[in-house]
């Protein structure tokens, strides 16, 4: 009884020492009122953790260890991104080892390592009880896994749910509880692929009948299908001159971008993430539907082979390129690159890393090597997908000798001024770089937009200093979720010019340059996109909101809401099509094919006349079941 009692305290001295090590350090922690949940939790857990132990200090020692990665981790991401740990953030805890190096790199191997080894250690491998005690743990893990659905719904009636705030429920639950529910919930949605007449009825809801527009007067220039097309993701690219409160001593954007900006309408990409998951973005870019889920869409949702921007290209004739100077396999890239269609991926293998700011290449030498590998096939032959993902832009921003510091800030947050300079370095770069290209491609189609804001410190940091963003979600207003996902983005149409696009969903993209194109071909690219020429429709986690002009409208799902009808139908209904598109039966790419036969079938019933009527539509109805 007195181990149970030293075993028990140990935990308790534990939660109280890390709730107000994580609050002070990094300003996160659960609600006063969860704590005692959540104490009772650790505690459970605990309980099971000292059955299997040999003695009291290997369990404290185990204990501690174990506690410390879970909790530091998930303090580190809330405040670095604004949600806590979720389920598929287990999958891709991989590609952090591809990403990080140094100190960094070994603390990351660490807070994997030293748990297992430390449980391992712990382990009581000769004592009855360790076993059972192993037993029940696995037993109530096979039933959670077997039954995910009940588990949800008693543990929602009892702790809640708050849709689109994954931080408001950490916080009123407290971890072990909030790992164990989103896990049931995230095992609960692997429903089976929607059958056909889910995706048919999706397709009618979204009035789905290729091809759609996004840009009608594009079409009337068919003449400019085979123009080359220039892609770039701008790391981390955002503008820095609203943050008021840091004080900036100069416009961190060249001169030249401004204008540029200002002559496509200071247009905005509407961004599925914050701060981090890049590759989110990028599908939207190359596959046109939006990422609604807190997970990285490459790392287990794309299974399919699909006719995404990439394939579509290359179906007319393009030869279609992926660059990007990080290891290859981050993200799954290898894998979703091929999936999407490219024909060619150079990471940073295929690169000379020879200016580097920190790890990261520098845009200025992506730029250059880029250039000296498609300049060939800039002038004839094939037509070239060019895609280009920049690397340099990484929190915390590093530069080097090279790359001096030229913007000072008056405020205390040095994420801010090193991100000021990284933007001063990233904006002429791409402009020396984009003159150039415009002068060997000038008929070329070129897109260039910032995958999302860069994360300025703890609990959005400097975005609170300014009043851009609150520190936590509860508190945003409409404005900020769109604040939170705006990047700038500018499309060039050629001689042309700047097209004013409007703030741009990051999924529209696609349909915006076939139509620029001038490709008609039908194809599931404007599924999203043309849903409506007026609304658009941004998706987030657990929450979505639509602009039209200057009005936005921003829907919680788990609230019911006037004027989120229709958008939350339109969002269920893309939600089916991208289950069944990139992890399902595809019925979505057999649509076309089907209207074909049935048109063809009333040619036939209307050259047979009323006598064939009954037969010609029974043996259609036949074939599509």
Same mark, same amino acid.
Request: proline content about 6%; hydrophobic content about 45%; charged content about 20%.
């Given at each position: 009884?007195? =181990? ?15 709730? !107000?090590? !994580? +609050? ?270 807190? +997970? ?119 994420? #801010? ?72 983005? !500018? ?30 071909? =039908? ?23 639509? #602009? ?78």
């Amino acid at each position: 009884m007195r =181990e149970w009692m030293w075993a028990l305290g140990l935990v308790t001295l534990w939660y109280l020492l890390a709730q !107000i090590g !994580i +609050a002070f350090a990094l300003g996160v922690s659960p609600e006063a009122g969860a704590w005692p949940r959540d104490l009772g939790a650790h505690l459970f857990v605990g309980g099971l953790l000292f059955m299997m132990a040999r003695s009291v200090m290997r369990f404290a020692l185990a204990m501690g260890v174990l506690f410390s990665a879970f909790t530091v981790s998930n303090a580190i991401k809330l405040a670095v991104l604004g949600g806590p740990v979720m389920p598929d953030d287990f999958v891709a805890a991989k590609n952090l080892f591809l990403l990080l190096e140094g100190w960094q790199l070994w603390g990351s191997v660490a807070m994997l390592a030293l748990p297992v080894a430390s449980l391992l250690w712990m382990f009581a491998w000769r004592q009855p009880r360790a076993w059972v005690a192993l037993g029940g743990a696995v037993l109530a893990v096979t039933a959670v896994v077997s039954h995910p659905a009940p588990v949800v719904g008693w543990m929602d009636a009892r702790f809640g749910d708050w849709v689109w705030n994954q931080r408001g429920n950490y916080e009123m639950r407290g971890l072990p509880l909030h790992l164990v529910q989103e896990t049931a919930r995230n095992l609960s949605r692997r429903a089976q692929p929607p059958q056909m007449a889910e995706v048919d009825q999706a397709l009618s809801l979204l009035g789905a009948k290729p091809p759609g527009r996004l840009f009608k007067a594009a079409l009337q220039h068919p003449d400019r299908a085979g123009r080359n097309v220039h892609m770039f993701v701008l790391e981390s690219f955002w503008d820095p001159l609203p943050l008021k409160a840091a004080g900036l001593s100069a416009d961190p954007l060249d001169p030249a971008f401004r204008k540029l900006w200002k002559a496509a309408g200071n247009a905005r990409a509407l961004s599925p993430v914050f701060g981090g998951y890049t590759a989110n973005a990028e599908f939207e870019a190359l596959c046109g539907f939006p990422v609604q889920t807190d +997970a990285v869409f490459f790392e287990g949702r794309l299974r399919r082979d699909v006719p995404c921007l990439p394939r579509h290209l290359g179906e007319a004739g393009y030869r279609s390129v992926a660059s990007h100077p990080n290891a290859a396999p981050f993200w799954n890239r290898i894998n979703a690159y091929r999936r999407v269609g490219f024909e060619q991926y150079w990471s940073d293998r295929n690169f000379v890393l020879d200016d580097m700011n920190g790890e990261f290449l520098s845009d200025a030498s992506l730029y250059r090597q880029v250039l000296e590998r498609i300049g060939p096939e800039l002038d004839g032959g094939r037509p070239l997908f060019n895609y280009v993902l920049t690397y340099f832009g990484h929190l915390d921003y590093p530069l080097n000798e090279a790359r001096p510091p030229v913007i000072t800030a008056a405020t205390d947050n040095g994420l #801010v001024s090193a991100y000021a300079n990284t933007v001063y370095y990233k904006s002429r770069e791409l402009m020396h770089f984009l003159a150039e290209l415009r002068r060997r491609d000038p008929d070329a189609i070129v897109v260039l937009f910032g995958d999302h804001l860069p994360s300025l410190g703890w609990n959005h940091g400097g975005y609170a200093e300014s009043g851009l963003l609150a520190a936590s979600r509860s508190e945003f207003d409409d404005a900020m979720f769109r604040t939170l996902v705006a990047t700038p983005l !500018i499309v060039i149409d050629g001689r042309r010019g700047p097209v004013r696009t409007g703030d741009l969903p990051i999924y529209a993209l696609p349909a915006l340059v076939l139509d620029l194109l001038g490709d008609e071909r =039908e194809t599931m690219l404007r599924f999203a996109a043309h849903a409506d020429d007026v609304v658009r429709v941004r998706p987030l986690p657990g929450v979505h909101f639509t #602009v039209e002009g200057k009005a936005l409208t921003v829907c919680r799902d788990g609230e019911a809401q006037i004027g989120c009808e229709a958008s939350s139908a339109w969002v269920e209904a893309i939600s089916v099509l991208k289950r069944d598109l990139f992890n399902g039966g595809q019925h979505a790419l057999q649509a076309p094919d089907r209207l074909r036969r049935l048109q063809t079938v009333e040619l036939e019933v209307e050259e047979l006349g009323s006598d064939g009527l009954d037969d010609g539509i029974a043996n259609e109805t036949d074939n599509d079941v």
